[in-house]
């Protein structure tokens, strides 16, 4: 059964720094895409970060680039997204999913990221 999950979240200070990690089971995340995405209260997702899992080929959102980056580790069927100079406009639940047949689908639960002062 294809799982994901998601931790590393919590409350920061602006400036400061996070590292989520995203574990999947269930099948093998070699051959895929897997994004990073974010939903704010009362704001649709956003799409974040994504990785080939295959070359490694990296994309980032305008309103992140610079600050975040995204990691793969195909033996542990893992990725990860290392977050600094966080923002309060960063404050959203994030969550990752796979693109399979250009479709991203479902993610996990997530993890919260509460980025105040």
């Known amino acids: 059964q294809l799982q994901f999950v998601e931790s590393g979240g919590g409350l920061v200070h602006p400036g400061g720094s996070l590292r989520l990690s995203c574990a999947a089971s269930?099948?093998?995340?070699?051959?895929?895409?897997v994004g990073w995405f974010r939903q704010a209260p009362g704001k649709e997702p956003e799409g974040v970060s994504c990785v080939s899992m295959r070359d490694g080929s990296t994309y980032y959102a305008d309103s992140v680039r610079g600050r975040f980056t995204i990691s793969r580790d195909n033996a542990k069927n893992s990725v990860y997204l290392q977050m600094n100079n966080l923002k309060p406009e960063d404050t959203a639940v994030y969550y990752c999913?796979?693109?399979?047949?250009?479709?991203w689908g479902s993610g996990g639960q997530g993890t919260q990221v509460t980025v105040s002062s």
């Open positions: 999913a796979r693109r399979r047949l250009g479709v």
């Open positions: 269930g099948f093998t995340l070699d051959n895929y895409a």
